[in-house]
Nanobody, 115 residues
């Protein structure tokens, strides 16, 4: 069974930084496309950033220049470095792994940015 475990969320002031981590339990990681999503109550989950198995990255326009997604295949971990955080970044952040026709999600980690 594939499990994704996120960590690194918390409370930070506007302008601050956080680094989210997501560890994947299974050996699919190296071949999986990884992504971070965010969700606020009452709204759909939104894509924040993606990184392919080959390391190609894409970002939502709202986070370009502030967030960086990266991966460490040896540690089976994907990261989201979040800089210059804004109150509108407040959300639960979820890690997703896509592998073939399968997808797996973590339980989410709360990020709260105070103004």
């Amino acid at each position: 069974q594939v499990q994704l475990v996120e960590s690194g969320g918390g409370l930070v002031q506007a302008g601050g930084s956080l680094r989210l981590s997501c560890v994947v339990s299974a050996n699919i990681f190296r071949d999986a496309g990884m992504a971070w999503y965010c969700q606020v109550p009452g709204k759909q989950r939104e894509l924040v950033a993606t990184i392919s198995s080959g390391g190609a990255t894409n970002y939502a326009d709202s986070v370009k220049g502030r967030f960086t997604i990266s991966r460490d295949n040896a540690k089976k971990t994907v990261f989201l470095q979040m800089n210059n955080l804004k109150p509108e970044d407040t959300a639960v952040y979820y890690c997703r792994a896509g592998w073939g026709r399968f997808e797996y999600w973590g339980q989410g980690t709360q990020v709260t940015v105070s103004s």
